[in-house]
């Protein structure tokens, strides 16, 4: 049976990782790329889309398929105004799982974080918490939830900070064994394959920790 998806988020790291994977599996005849900027790599699968994805709607016609991978994020130093980055971290996501519901697309993987929690004080760990609640909600048939924690890998913008935090989790990450799992480093290679693997997989578990996203990718199935 050939398939159809609808990536978010392919100019990123993870994103890009992702398309790179389903180009490959014979499962998937077209992949649909929402996104802002175009994309470096040629498939006769992908259908590109230049759009502003805060007007998702603008293209519901366009918006048919049988999977949906949300690998939408930003940081707060990148985005350093709340609002612009809870309309990005929380408004894109959750409007791309109302337009999935509204066209009847029956599979949602969405990268969320670690920590995630609609309760918390942390302004980032709230607001990731809201957009799992929201997309939830929606009650999408097979909704994939993936918590990672610090995503490693080389990005083409330079983040300081972020930089520094990979090189003190390299070091830390021998140490975080059994419950500790969780809090490794890890790689966007990972939590892409992982992605694809949830949505030919029939769990019906909604969120992933770090942890089991490695266990799920390392799996043979």
Known sequence: MSKTAIILGATGLTGGILLKNLIADKTYTKIKIFSRNPIDIQSDKIEEYI?????????????????????????????????????????????????????????????????????????????????????????????????PSLIGGNRDEVRVGERIGKGIMSLLNPLFLGSLKKYKMISPEKIATCMQKLADSKSHQSIFSSDEIVDIANSRK
Do not use: H
Not at 56 to 66: G, I, S, T, V, Y
Not at 83 to 106: F, N, V
Not at 107 to 124: E, K, L, R
């Open 51 to 147: 759009i502003d994805l805060f007007q998702l709607n603008k293209f519901e016609e366009n918006f048919a398929a049988d999977v949906l991978f949300c690998c939408i994020g930003t940081t707060a130093a990148k985005t350093k105004d709340k609002e612009s980055y809870k309309t990005i971290d929380y408004g894109i996501p959750l409007s791309a799982a109302k337009m999935a519901k509204k066209k009847d697309i029956k599979t949602f993987v969405v990268i969320s974080s670690m920590g995630a929690n609609a309760s918390s004080s942390v302004f980032y760990n709230r607001t990731k918490g809201e957009m799992e609640r929201d997309v939830l909600g929606q009650n999408i048939k097979n909704t994939f939830i993936l918590r």
